[in-house]
Structures are given as structure tokens and as C-alpha cells.
């Protein structure tokens, strides 16, 4: 399965920690952020893949899981470390669900949004990999 965990190097401090992502930390340049937050309880997020995008999600706030399918294995990671976050390359599928109230969900992202990057049909994403 195409995952890692990463640590974010951090500067702890007794007045509050600081964590860094640089250049170094991630394998991509970072060419987009975005956050997911205000997620109410029991709503699920994601549930497609993409092509060619590497991402980076960190749990800045709160905790939740990310659920990753590669059409032979699937894998359920616990997120709730703001100095742990998990980069999923292309070609697997995720979902993120159980939401901790007030979660935020950071994602710095190897690419611009591109709506033609995603598959959204997890049927399709399976035929799409038997073509790879
Ligand atoms: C992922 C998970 C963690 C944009 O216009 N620009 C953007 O950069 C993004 C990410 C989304 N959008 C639009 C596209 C949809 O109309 O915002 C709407 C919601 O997007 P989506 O349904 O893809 O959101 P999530 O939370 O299911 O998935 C997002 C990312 O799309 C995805 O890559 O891994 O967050």
C-alpha cells in the first residue's frame, strides 16, 4: 500500500509546540492547501482516488480515520497527531470518517485541483487499475 506515516519535525516549547513541514519533509512541492473543518458528526469525506496527485493530511486539530484501499488491501489509520501527518500517493483510494468534534483536516497537495485528476466511482477505480 502506496502510505506513509510521517513525522513532522517540531520545536516543543512549555509555551506551545510549533510544528514545520519544509521543503525536506514531504517528496512533492507543496502546490496547494486546502482544510476540512466544521465536519459534522457521522459525515464521511472523500471516497475516490487520484491518478496522479500525492497528498499530504494532517490532523491539526482533533483526530479522525482515513480508511486506504489499493483493490487488494485496505487499511484503517487513526490520525490525531498534529506532528504525525500521512502521505497517500496516487492511485489509492481513501475515506475519511469518525470526525472528532472540531477536527481539522490540513492537506498540502503535490498539484492544483483538477477535477479530471479524481475517480469518484470505486468500481471504475478498480478497472482503472487493471489498466495500469
Ligand atoms: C482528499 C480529501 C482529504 C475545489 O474546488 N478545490 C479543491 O482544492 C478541493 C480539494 C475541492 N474543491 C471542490 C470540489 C468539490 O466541488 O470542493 C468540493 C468538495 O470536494 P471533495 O468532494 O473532493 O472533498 P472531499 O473532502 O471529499 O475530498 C478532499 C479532496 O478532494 C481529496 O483529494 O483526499 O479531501
Not at 496522479?52 to 489499493?70: A, T, Y
Not at 498534529?82 to 497537495?109: H, Q, Y
Amino acid at each position: 500500500m502506496k502510505y506513509t506515516l510521517i513525522d513532522i519535525p517540531r520545536i516543543k516549547n512549555p509555551k506551545g509546540n510549533l510544528a514545520v513541514v519544509e521543503l525536506d519533509t514531504i517528496p512533492f512541492p507543496i502546490q496547494r492547501v486546502y482544510y476540512l473543518y466544521d465536519v459534522p458528526a457521522g459525515s464521511k469525506r472523500g471516497g475516490h482516488a487520484h491518478k496522479n496527485l500525492q497528498q499530504l493530511l494532517v490532523p491539526v486539530s482533533g483526530s479522525f480515520d482515513v480508511v486506504l484501499k489499493d483493490g487488494k488491501h485496505v487499511e484503517r489509520i487513526t490520525l490525531n497527531r498534529p506532528d504525525k501527518g500521512l502521505l497517500i500517493e496516487n492511485n489509492i483510494w481513501r475515506e475519511l470518517e469518525n470526525f472528532t468534534s472540531g477536527a481539522v483536516c490540513m492537506v498540502l497537495a503535490s498539484a492544483p485541483y483538477d477535477e479530471a485528476d479524481y475517480i469518484r466511482v470505486y468500481r471504475e477505480y478498480l478497472n482503472y487499475l487493471k489498466e495500469l
